[in-house]
C-alpha cells in the first residue's frame, strides 16, 4: 500500500553545495549520501518530517539525471511515494497497462524503487520505493503541499488515484484567479492538483508555457511565519514580506528556487 510521500528529488550540479542549503541553512539532517555507480549519480536524503528531500548530483553525461540538468537546470525531477511493497504496486500497474519506467524493481537510494514513465503521470516522474529495514522514519508532519499542474483536471484526478490511490478530497477555488486547486492526501502531505479554470488565467498561460508538470515547490508549515522570515533574512536568505497565502486561513512566505537549488521553498502559517 502507498501511505505516504517518501521524498522529492531535486538535481543539482553539486550536492556539496546544495548541502551548504539544506542541512546548514535549514537544519536538514542527513540521512543517506552515497554513490550509486550504475545510475551516476551521488544521492543524498535530508529528514524533513515524514518525508525527504533527495538531492541528485550526476556523476558522469551519459545519464538521463545528467541530460535532465543540461536541459533543465536544477529542478525538480521527481516524487517518490513509500510502500511496504513495491513488487506488488508494480505488478498492479503492469496489469493496468500503466507505462513504465522500470518493469522490474531494482535498487536505489531510499531502497528497493521503480519508476513509473511521466507520460502515464501527466509529466510528472513518479517513484515507488519500499526502504530496507530499518530506514530513518519519522511520524512527525513533513511538507504541507506540494503542487502538480494540470491541463485535464478530470483526466489528472483519474490517473492520480489509478496510479497511486489519491483522490481529490478538497477543492479551492480562490477569488478571481480563475484556477482550481484540487487537494489529494498522501500520509500528511497534500498534493494539489492545480488546473486552468479560465483560458485567459495565469494558470492557463503557465500551463500552455511549461506544459503539465510537477512544480519545483516544497511548502512547509511553519507556527510563526514572522520569526521564520526573519531567521532567514538573518542567514542572508532573501524573502518577501508574509502575505495573504491562496489557501484559506494561511499566509505565506518563500525562500525563491534561485536560492534553494531550484526548489522553492514556501512558508505556509495558518490561523487554526
Ligand atoms: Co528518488
Known amino acids: 500500500m502507498i501511505d505516504r510521500i517518501h521524498h522529492v528529488g531535486i538535481v543539482v550540479h553539486s550536492a ?47 545519464t538521463g539525471v545528467a541530460r535532465f540538468l543540461q536541459t533543465r537546470g536544477e529542478t525538480l525531477h521527481h516524487i517518490c511515494f513509500n510502500t511496504d511493497n513495491v513488487d506488488g504496486e508494480l505488478a498492479r500497474l503492469k496489469g493496468l497497462g500503466v507505462d513504465l519506467i522500470d518493469q522490474e524493481p531494482r535498487d536505489g537510494l531510499a531502497g528497493r524503487i521503480a519508476f513509473i514513465h511521466p507520460k502515464a503521470a501527466h509529466g510528472v516522474l513518479i ?44 477543492e479551492v477555488r480562490p477569488e478571481g484567479r480563475g484556477m482550481v486547486i484540487g487537494q489529494t492526501r498522501s500520509g500528511q502531505c497534500v498534493i494539489e492538483l492545480l488546473a486552468a479554470t479560465s483560458p485567459d488565467s495565469p494558470m492557463a498561460q503557465r500551463i500552455a508555457e511549461q506544459g503539465e508538470r510537477a512544480a519545483s515547490m516544497v511548502a512547509i508549515e511553519v507556527a510563526d511565519l514572522d520569526a521564520e522570515v526573519a531567521k532567514y533574512r538573518a542567514k542572508g536568505l532573501t524573502l518577501p514580506d508574509p502575505a495573504v497565502g491562496v489557501l484559506p486561513n494561511s499566509r505565506t512566505s518563500t525562500i525563491g528556487a534561485e536560492q534553494a537549488f531550484g526548489l522553492a521553498i514556501q512558508l505556509i502559517e495558518f490561523k487554526r
Open 16 to 62: 556539496d553545495a546544495a548541502l551548504k542549503f539544506f542541512r546548514d541553512t535549514l537544519g536538514l539532517t542527513v540521512t543517506e549520501d552515497r554513490v550509486v555507480e550504475e545510475q551516476g549519480v551521488r544521492g543524498v536524503l535530508l529528514a524533513l518530517g515524514e518525508n525527504e528531500i533527495e538531492l541528485l548530483e550526476p556523476t558522469r553525461d551519459d
Open 127 to 170: 517513484e515507488l520505493a519500499t526502504p530496507p529495514a530499518g530506514a530513518h522514519i519519522s511520524h512527525a508532519k513533513g511538507f504541507d503541499h506540494l503542487a502538480v499542474t494540470v491541463a485535464d483536471y478530470e483526466a489528472a484526478q483519474k490517473t492520480w488515484e489509478r496510479l497511486v490511490g489519491l483522490k481529490v478530497t478538497g
